[in-house]
């Protein structure tokens, strides 16, 4: 099975701009989590989304936002980019087949740079 | 609310040593989950291993082993024979259960960096 994809892989955008990020999960996945991990905060969670709609968010301010289609792939925007949005944004995807915690298998994430 | 600790930011050690990585949590609820993911210089966080809070038994897998110890809430990882393809920023992760309709997230601890050298 092919695992957790993330286009693109990287990406320069400028103060200002917004930006959407894509993540296709594994097959058969239905959860889809984005978490940003920055070298001052870590990894944080952002949010995720199980069947088009979303669960659950981080503490993120609204320019942070995301869907999911009917395929379950997800999509995050982030628009009026600030120079600490410069980030590896990465994608979780998790089956969802039970009421018990499954496990995020990531994706190799999207390295926004903010100039 | 949820915490992971990693109190260990740098570890170096020569290939063939045995290495711990430490991680400490601190949860409200009785049952919940823990992980182990590893980081190489690619990105791409890989999952090692789960751990629910209600089974405590110690698991190996090759070179690789966790002891769970819930009455000092920690889940520390060693690898034995290290080698220099251990190379890599190792998180420790938790999840607390979900309840039907809700989400879950992984709160994860700062990362240990790990350099096994030659």
């Known amino acids: 099975k092919a695992g957790v994809t993330q286009t693109p892989r990287y990406l320069i955008k400028t103060r200002g701009q917004q930006v959407t990020l894509s993540c296709s999960p594994i097959?058969?996945?239905?959860?889809v989590s984005w978490y940003q991990q920055t070298p001052g905060q870590g990894l944080q969670f952002l949010f995720e989304?199980?069947?088009?709609?979303?669960?659950n968010k981080g503490n993120f301010p609204g320019r942070f936002s995301g869907r999911q289609f009917s395929n379950s792939r997800s999509e995050m925007n982030v628009s009026t980019l600030e120079l600490g949005d410069s980030a590896l944004y990465l994608c979780a995807s998790s089956l969802e087949d039970s009421i018990s915690t499954d496990t995020q298998y990531f994706g190799p994430g999207t390295r926004l740079t903010v100039l | 609310a949820q915490k992971v600790t990693q109190a260990q930011t740098e570890i170096s050690v020569v290939e063939k040593e045995d290495v711990t990585l430490d991680c400490v949590y601190e949860?409200?609820?009785?049952?919940?989950?823990l992980f182990w993911y590893k980081q190489p210089p690619s990105g791409e966080l890989v999952f090692l291993i789960r751990?629910?809070?209600?089974?405590?038994q110690n698991e190996i897998s090759g070179r690789y082993s966790w002891n769970f110890q819930k009455s000092t809430s920690s889940f520390n990882f060693t690898i034995t024979a290290s080698q220099v393809v251990d190379s890599a920023v190792y998180f420790c992760a938790l999840s607390e259960e979900k309840s039907p309709g809700s989400a879950r997230q992984l709160t994860f601890g700062s990362g240990t960096q790990l350099t096994v050298l030659p």
């Open positions: 989304y199980f069947s088009e709609t979303q669960r």
């Open positions: 751990r629910n809070s209600f089974d405590e």
């Open positions: 949860t409200r609820d009785t049952t919940y989950y």
């Open positions: 097959s058969g996945h239905r959860s």
